[in-house]
């Protein structure tokens, strides 16, 4: 059983939309801080998004903040990031994970704190 399951990503034109999930098995999302990370070609994995467990705060980075949204699904225990105004520089495998700690503020959203990983979903952004 794998513990995420990252889907919905797809070639999209610039400004449009996509919905990413991210679906978790065997273990309650509400337990855990929740984050979207993105890797374009050549680059390093990036923080991009993150929902803290303790008070439901959301984080994002100054380049997607306003155009993406982290939210939760409880009776699904799904995770989704919601990307809307998508530009070509948003081209990545986009990753979605999970830690029992972390999710303070948009500038440590670190992939080395996070444990468990979904296994990516191509989002391509081209006219």
């Known amino acids: 059983q794998v513990p995420l399951v990252d889907s919905g990503g797809g070639l999209v034109h610039p400004g449009g939309s996509l919905r990413l999930s991210c679906a978790a098995s065997g273990f309650n999302l509400d337990h855990y801080n929740i984050a979207w990370f993105r890797q374009a070609p050549g680059k390093e994995r990036e923080g991009v998004s993150c929902?803290?467990?303790?008070?439901?705060?959301?984080y994002s980075i100054a380049s997607v903040k306003g155009r993406f949204t982290i939210d939760r699904d409880h009776a699904k225990n799904t995770a989704y990031l919601q990307m809307d105004s998508l530009k070509p520089e948003d081209t990545a495998v986009y990753y979605c994970?999970?830690?029992?700690?972390?999710?303070?503020?948009?500038?440590?959203?670190?992939?080395?704190?996070?444990?468990?990983w979904g296994q990516g979903t191509q989002v391509v952004v081209s006219s």
């Open positions: 994970a999970v830690e029992s700690w972390g999710c303070v503020d948009e500038y440590t959203i670190y992939p080395q704190d996070y444990g468990t």
């Open positions: 929902s803290s467990r303790e008070d439901g705060s959301t």
